[in-house]
């Protein structure tokens, strides 16, 4: 026996349906993501605090160890690299960036390999072990090291070299490559206690963006909205038109069909007798002006509601949510989605509502990364 509400109708029951369905599927990709940043970041910090090497792992290797140098790291497939005019590079730091997208395996412009062969991270320097010789990097002379956000490429300035040189390793190595060289180099000036403060900083950070399940949809939450094909869009394109066609019809100028301009009739003198006075019989024709009727007042645009007005260009809502200024919103009502148009995700932000460009909303009001793939944060919704 189907349900019905106490109007008799199973409506209400399938929208709270759906509802849920999307609400649960949104939050599972949300909380999905949250976990494997959360893994990727205690894994950094694990690896941060137990990093070390050996004189042993140096063994086989053409490369000659100072008395207090250990190999922390080897890659036996990474290419040199050379820039013959470039920019100064700014200086090495602590950093651990998070990643923030795929690289490309491709040499950016201007960057030509001229070599091939082992990277190697040593507790003093970055070596090349190539076919056509060897390249060393010691951390104590580097003056600038950069890091290509879209490609795997490192370059490095050093003090006693007029070019800039750097490796060109593979994708999937080259987070792993910067990770461990930027510990090597905190080692070297005895800062690795600052990288892990850092990563313990991030990791903090980031548990406070674990979503939370959003609360379920009750049939009692549905309007009359949802039976229209295409919700509230479809009504507020209607409104529109409603309002729109109107003004446009009062705005129109019908030409005038007797003409708009005076025009100049010839009036024919009437009949006269015989025993009119003369200079009665003398008048010549008289020029009569007939005037066009006059036009039709025009009636004032009707002016938006005053709930329009109120909510400042927002869509219509209960929820006295719009762009009016006031308080901002972290705690949304479960339904604004419904009235709103939410980016995928949009629960498992942290932050207040904002509207992004494309006209979106989303939850990470205050983020660095609100409305990253919605091309930005417009404005900010208020009650």
Not at 102 to 110: A, E, K, M
Not at 345 to 361: I, N
Request: aromatic letters at 6%.
């Amino acid at each position: 026996m189907a349900k019905t509400d106490s109007t008799g109708s199973t409506w209400r029951y399938r929208w709270a349906h759906r509802q849920n369905v999307r609400r649960v599927s949104t939050y599972r990709g949300a909380e999905a993501a949250w976990r494997r940043r959360d893994d990727e970041l205690r894994r950094l910090r694990a690896l941060a605090a137990d990093f070390q090497g050996s004189a042993a792992a140096g063994a086989g290797l053409a490369l000659e160890l100072a008395a207090d140098e250990v190999v922390l790291w080897a890659l036996p497939a990474a290419q040199l690299v050379e820039v013959r005019h470039s920019t100064v590079l700014p200086a090495p730091d602590l950093t651990v960036a998070p990643r923030t997208g795929q690289l490309r395996p491709r040499r950016p412009d201007g960057v030509r390999v001229t070599d091939a062969g082992m990277a190697v991270i040593t507790s003093r320097r970055l070596v090349l072990l190539g076919g056509r010789g060897r390249r060393d990097w010691a951390y104590g002379r580097i003056t600038g090291l950069a890091h290509d956000p879209a490609a795997p490429v490192t370059l490095i300035q050093v003090l006693d070299r007029r070019s800039t040189s750097g490796l060109l390793l593979p994708t999937d190595a080259t987070p792993d490559f910067r990770f461990k060289l930027t510990l090597a180099f905190a080692d070297a000036i005895e800062q690795r206690a600052a990288v892990i403060a850092q990563l313990d900083e991030l990791i903090a950070e980031h548990a406070q963006l674990k979503p939370f399940r959003p609360a379920a949809a009750t049939p009692g939450q549905a309007r009359l909205s949802s039976l229209v094909p295409g919700g509230r869009r479809t009504i507020a394109v209607a409104a529109a038109i409603a309002l729109l066609v109107p003004a446009a019809l009062i705005e129109s100028d019908p030409s005038d069909p007797t003409g708009g301009a005076e025009v100049a009739v010839a009036a024919t003198p009437a009949p006269t007798t015989s025993a009119a006075p003369a200079r009665i019989r003398q008048a010549g024709p008289a020029l009569a002006l007939k005037t066009p009727p006059p036009k039709p007042t025009q009636s004032p645009r009707p002016s938006p509601s005053a709930t329009q007005r109120s909510r400042c260009g927002g869509p219509e809502n209960p929820l006295g949510y719009g762009f009016c200024g006031g308080t901002r919103i972290r705690k949304p009502a479960a339904e604004v989605c419904d009235w709103f148009d939410c980016v995928p995700q949009f629960w498992a932000g942290r932050g207040y509502l904002v509207q992004c460009r494309d006209g979106s909303v989303s939850l990470a009001g205050g983020r660095s990364h609100a409305c990253a793939e919605h091309q930005g944060v417009r404005r900010t919704i208020t009650k």
